[in-house]
């Protein structure tokens, strides 16, 4: 059965809600998947955060809904849903903030109705009945009033505790890198009462920004990059430099106590089948430690490895080459030869720097980029969610989070597309400068700009801070072309151009995440679990079938046991509450059926 929902004239948007709401609810109650598919849009996406699914999907149209609702309604057993403020009405569309409950936990919503039904549909969860986080009303006392012997401290009951770990005492979840992903996750699996360990290579938490080259400062702003629980102080700056980021998590990790073990390598992880549990085997400051956790975590970051070229020549070359994560910064190169290869982020922040120290500095461009200029970017693209004038307006960060996981990434760049079109008019001056010195620029695919490349493929653009005048006045030279081969003191292009160098600069991105999976795990498990990251948009490096989220990231794999976790500061924090719950109920014996687990279509 399907129906329509059918706005009488003059109903107002709370009515409309209140009757979707009503007419959801019964059919849910009657568990009839089809009635209920029918109070949405023929064109209609339900995105769902592990709330029904114990995934991160999204279904499409009438029939997705009612596959999702068929396979999953028993046993999820929704109901109770609820406004939880006035709802809204903008250009036809009416737009609705949800509470709900399901059989083992609480969620949260968001429904965007047309007059034919729900055209997008946010399901998520945010805590487990029975397992829910000390904070507010039930934070903890944090001292037991009263007079006993052999009190316990809190100082003497952490120190026991991470002298037991991985020692008397096997945590349920190891979490493999110690940046800012797997440092909100350890947050978060503390708060929840999860046994864990992150593991880290660096000496002290934050070094992962402290080893980068000292010119680098966040491009996403502070409303932008909160921590969970905690968020900056009100006069952070606006964009953080490397070393302030590096303080504040290490600030960070000490005071929600998480299990940070730094000097600490992964050596290697099997995962044994019959007994549902991993051997990790670390190298902690020169002693071996074997952990058996039930959960692995790779949090390495979602670029993956380093992805350093292989050119004729490069044994031959008599100057410096490194990867620009490798890259110390500018002070060691004034009045040298620099060849940067390479034209996105990295590229231009160290091109900038160099430049600023007296360097020759040429940039070679291989493919197209994107650029957009921060101001331009900060104002007409993030504004209305992540700044100070959003703050004003009520904008928290969780609602913001939660606008911005609410539009189905099928529709994702139709939203995008008119931004990039007004930042194009606005800088039009710039980008014709640009272009004029040879600079290969586009806007994506299909003009979507910034942040769709970002999700389909995390690569092919530069957040311009300055560098982009340098290469339009001709300040950092520009070269196009592929690097045929390297000679004694120079690079040599595929049309015979050479450029002579002291030092080349890899800024040649990363490789898929899986690549860590296979380091540390085996080629076999990363051809298991496949690609990690992008959508399958059938763009340029992130190849069809359209797979509707991001693969692999923050939910369940086809290796039972290995998660992924990562991205920018915003996803980190965002994600890693849903990847903790899927964590959380695996660790307290809750079932959680996975519905719609990734096919893996692509190795690397």
């Not at 993030?382 to 960060?397: N, P």
């Not at 070269?479 to 040599?492: H, K, N």
């Amino acid at each position: 059965m399907t129906q329509t929902l059918e706005p009488a004239s003059g109903t107002t948007a709370r009515e409309r809600v209140d009757t979707w709401l009503a007419d959801f609810e019964a059919a849910l109650a009657a568990r009839d998947a089809e009635r209920a598919a029918g109070l949405f849009a023929t064109t209609s996406f339900w995105r769902d955060l592990i709330a029904f699914t114990w995934n991160i999907t999204t279904v499409e149209g009438r029939e997705g809904v009612a596959e999702l609702l068929r396979t999953t309604l028993e046993r999820t057993d929704p109901r109770g849903f609820r406004t939880t403020e006035e709802p809204t009405e903008a250009g036809g569309v009416v737009e609705a903030w949800l509470e709900f409950e399901t059989a083992v936990g609480r969620g949260r919503g968001h429904l965007r109705l047309v007059e034919e039904g729900a055209w997008t549909f946010l399901t998520t969860l945010y805590e487990l009945k029975g397992h829910e986080e000390p904070q507010g009303e039930q934070r903890p006392m944090g001292v037991e009033h009263g007079a006993r012997r052999d009190r316990i401290t809190w100082k003497e009951t952490r120190e026991a505790e991470q002298a037991e770990m991985g020692r008397t005492t096997e945590p349920y979840v190891v979490v493999v890198g110690g940046g800012q992903g797997g440092i909100a996750l350890g947050a978060r699996l503390r708060q929840l009462g999860i046994p864990h360990v992150v593991v880290d290579r660096h000496p002290r938490p934050g070094d992962q920004w402290r080893s980068r080259y000292k010119s680098l400062c966040l491009h996403d702003p502070v409303w932008y990059d909160h921590l969970p629980y905690i968020d900056f102080p009100k006069n952070w700056p606006v964009f953080s430099p490397k070393d302030k980021i590096g303080d504040w998590l290490e600030m960070y990790t000490k005071v929600m106590e998480i299990n940070y073990w730094s000097s600490t390598t992964a050596t290697s992880a099997s995962y044994d089948e019959a007994a549902g549990e991993w051997t990790v085997v670390l190298d902690r400051a020169g002693e071996q430690v074997v952990l058996h956790p039930k959960q692995l975590v790779l949090a390495t970051g979602m670029s993956g490895k380093a992805n350093v070229p292989t050119i004729p020549g490069q044994d031959r070359f008599r100057g410096e080459q490194h990867h620009s994560s490798q890259h110390p910064g500018p002070d060691a190169y004034a009045g040298k030869r620099v060849v940067v290869i390479g034209s996105n982020n990295s590229a231009h922040d160290i091109c900038a720097a160099l430049w600023e120290h007296g360097t020759d500095v040429t940039m070679v461009q291989r493919s197209s980029t994107h650029i957009v200029k921060s101001d331009s970017l900060m104002e007409l693209g993030l504004a209305d969610l992540y700044s100070e004038r959003a703050v004003a307006s009520g904008i928290t960060t969780q609602k913001a989070d939660m606008i911005f996981a609410s539009l189905p990434y099928r529709i994702m760049h139709e939203f995008q597309k008119p931004i990039y079109d007004a930042i194009r008019e606005r800088d039009a001056d710039f980008y014709e400068r640009l272009e004029k010195a040879g600079f290969w620029l586009d806007f994506g695919d299909d003009e979507s700009g910034l942040f769709m490349k970002y999700l389909r493929r995390g690569s092919g653009y530069y957040i311009d801070v300055g560098a982009g005048d340098l290469v339009a006045n001709g300040d950092i030279k520009l070269v196009r072309g592929t690097v045929r081969e390297l000679t004694e003191d120079a690079v040599v292009l595929d049309d015979g151009t050479e450029l002579p160098a002291d030092l080349v600069v890899y800024a040649t991105g990363y490789g898929s995440m899986n690549g860590w999976a296979a380091d540390l795990i085996g080629q076999e498990v990363a051809d298991k679990v496949g690609k990690v990251w992008g959508l399958g948009s059938a763009t340029t490096k992130d190849p069809g079938p359209w797979e509707g989220e991001q693969r692999n990231m923050w939910k369940p794999t086809q290796q039972e046991g290995l998660w992924f976790h990562g991205g920018n500061l915003h996803q980190s924090r965002h994600y890693s509450l849903y990847l903790a719950l899927q964590l959380k109920a695996r660790h307290e014996g809750i079932p959680t059926p996975v519905y719609g687990l990734q096919e893996v279509h692509h190795l690397s």
